[in-house]
């Protein structure tokens, strides 16, 4: 990573500086609610969809959540009162990543082709605050008896699971059918991840490809190819990609540790892209083939390549000094930006599928019915949901988000459950 881009780097706790939009008019909240609950404590849980849960993300505590699963539906929820406010509708397939930043929501979709959303268009209207009077509200949850109402949101809850909330919309409108913005297709088989900052997108896809967009014009600008670059390190180095190699099923070919998806396989391990983050020219990109390799966007050259992961690399986030990656190889590493090496790795006992951090933890998702939680201030490790006897009763999480103490996971029977951490 060059230099000049490495001095612009964020902070762990800055946010990116989105372009000028009109704001979201929304309700007033506790934003800080969440930061004083025991960590560990769930704020609320939802039946978001009927399927796995394959991509969820939100824009502040208690703000607005977007979900994709494979019941090929994209939803838009109210946190603050566990409303579903409508459907992202349009495209023809499976939502496999999505984003969102400030009121700007990025889908990636099963049928090749990226969708921008502006959620400030919706014509939603949040319900008015629960009072103590009354503790259930009707138009907050079909079932009178979930928990997702006003005064339950304020009262931390007890071990027993409550009864999740219906994904039924709560008006009989849909209030998000004006937000598209516009599509982004030239991508010639389905997109598996992207990422947005400003004006920049940059997504990846089973085509074998990465391309920057321009969001002023909504035009691809580059066309990355990652196996020209993994040939181009292998005549360099010819070791770099020997032991990842075996991955795909040990194949000599240039891709042959890369197996496509095919039905309704879900497995983390056969995207050809499990994730990259973008900062203004530097790119981090993690592939099948177990390798992190960072990019500068105005060469469209690697400049270094990570090597330690034996298996797919599922999730990555950086900041200003580390890059932590999530792999299939059921392994968390965490990489020192400065001078490219292993600060910090352990391991779980499934495939990590979902990570990310903020100030204070790193979550991730490995085949368990709980989130795994590390806190980097004192290392410990610890799980956030149920645990012993109740674990047995509870889907496995696949997909895990967090800001700023808040975090929200998805799972394969398709709940979200929303908790402090």
Same mark, same amino acid.
């Not at 990573?1 to 990116?16: D, H, R, T, V």
């Not at 008015?128 to 907050?140: H, N």
């Not at 004006?178 to 896809?205: D, K, P, Q």
């Given at each position: ?25 929304? /309700? ?6 969440? &930061? ?11 039946? +978001? ?19 994709? +699963?494979? %019941? ?10 566990? /409303? ?8 023809? @397939? ?6 969102? &930043? ?5 889908? =990636? ?23 103590? @009077? ?35 919309? $709560? ?14 297709? @030239? ?16 997504? =990846? ?13 909504? *035009?691809?600008?580059? #066309? ?21 190699? #075996? ?26 892209? =499990? ?38 690399? #599922? ?14 190889? /059921?392994?968390? *590493? ?42 980097? $201030?004192? =290392?410990?490790?610890? %799980?956030?949901?149920?645990?012993? &006897?109740?674990?047995? *009763? ?16 998805? /799972? ?10």
């Amino acid at each position: 990573m060059s230099e000049s881009i490495y001095g612009k780097l964020p902070k762990a706790n800055s946010k990116a500086s989105p372009a000028k939009r009109r704001k979201l008019p929304r /309700r007033i909240s506790m934003p800080v609610l969440h &930061e004083h609950m025991e960590p560990g404590t769930r704020i609320r849980e939802l039946q +978001a969809h009927n399927d796995t849960i394959t991509a969820l993300d939100f824009d502040v505590p208690f703000g607005m959540m977007v979900t994709a +699963a494979l %019941d090929d539906t994209v939803r838009v929820w109210d946190l603050s009162a566990g /409303r579903c406010m409508g459907l992202l509708e349009g495209h023809l @397939s499976s939502v496999r990543c999505l984003q969102v &930043e400030d009121h700007l929501v990025a889908t =990636g979709s099963m049928d090749a082709s990226i969708r921008l959303w502006d959620l400030s268009q919706a014509d939603y209207t949040p319900p008015p605050p629960s009072t103590p @009077s009354k503790p259930s509200i009707s138009d907050t949850s079909p079932d009178p008896s979930s928990p997702a109402g006003g005064e339950d949101l304020f009262t931390p809850t007890s071990e027993q699971s409550p009864a999740p909330t219906s994904p039924t919309p $709560a008006t009989s409108t849909n209030a998000t059918e004006n937000c598209h913005l516009f599509t982004l297709s @030239s991508h010639v088989a389905e997109i598996t991840a992207l990422n947005l900052r400003g004006n920049t997108l940059v997504s =990846g896809s089973a085509d074998k490809t990465l391309r920057q967009w321009d969001l002023e014009t909504g *035009r691809c600008v580059q #066309t990355l190819d990652v196996l020209w670059a993994a040939a181009q390190a292998s005549t360099i180095n010819p070791s770099i990609n020997a032991t990842p190699s #075996t991955v795909g099923g040990g194949g000599k070919e240039a891709a042959g540790w890369f197996r496509p998806t095919t039905g309704r396989l879900n497995t983390a391990e056969a995207d050809f892209v =499990g994730a990259l983050q973008v900062f203004e020219t530097a790119l981090a990109c993690g592939t099948a083939d177990g390798m992190v390799r960072l990019w500068d966007l105005r060469s469209g050259m690697v400049h270094r390549s990570l090597v330690g992961h034996t298996g797919a690399v #599922t999730a990555l986030q950086f900041d200003d000094v580390f890059l932590v990656t999530g792999s299939a190889d /059921r392994s968390i *590493r965490i990489w020192d930006l400065r001078t490219g090496g292993i600060h910090d790795a352990y391991a779980y006992d499934n495939p990590v599928t979902g990570m990310m951090f903020d100030q204070r933890h790193i979550v991730s998702a490995a085949g368990e019915a709980v989130v795994k939680v590390y806190d980097k $201030a004192d =290392g410990r490790h610890w %799980d956030c949901g149920e645990s012993g &006897e109740s674990e047995g *009763r509870r889907a496995v999480v696949e997909r895990v988000r967090i800001k700023e103490g808040f975090m929200v996971e998805g /799972r394969r029977d398709g709940v979200v459950g929303v908790w402090s951490c």
